[in-house]
Nanobody, 125 residues
Framework: EVQLVESGGGLVQAGGSLRLSCAAS????????IAWFRQAPGKGREGVSC????????YYGVSVKGRFTISSDNAKNTVYLQMNSLKPEDTAVYYC??????????????????WGQGTQVTVSS
């Protein structure tokens, strides 16, 4: 059974940093892509970042590129999202998702079968 558990959210001032973790189990990183999405109140789902070992590439949403970094520790079956220079508009519930697929192309528009429970990130101005 695929399971994803996010952690690391919290309250931070604008300009600060947070690192989110997504602990995964039940599948191999070699065969799956892992993505981070977020959803702010009253807004739709937004693709934040995606990583795929099979493709060997990472993707970032336009609004976070240059500020966020996705990485993975295969030994710990964990994917991280390092978030720097946070802005109030980054406030949202952040979710990690997993799908058996090759690569991350168009990840923000595609179907993702497995989701974590989400972790709240609040950035104060």
């Amino acid at each position: 059974e695929v399971q994803l558990v996010e952690s690391g959210g919290g309250l931070v001032q604008a300009g600060g940093s947070l690192r989110l973790s997504c602990a995964a189990s039940g599948f191999s990183f070699d065969d799956y892509a892992i993505a981070w999405f977020r959803q702010a109140p009253g807004k739709g789902r937004e693709g934040v970042s995606c990583t795929s070992i099979s493709e060997g590439n990472t993707y970032y949403g336009v609004s976070v590129k240059g500020r966020f970094t996705i990485s993975s520790d295969n030994a710990k079956n964990t994917v991280y999202l390092q978030m720097n220079s946070l802005k109030p508009e980054d406030t949202a519930v952040y979710y990690c998702a997993a799908e058996r697929r090759y690569g991350c192309s168009n990840y923000e528009f595609d179907y993702w079968r497995h989701w974590g429970q989400g972790t709240q990130v609040t950035v104060s101005s």
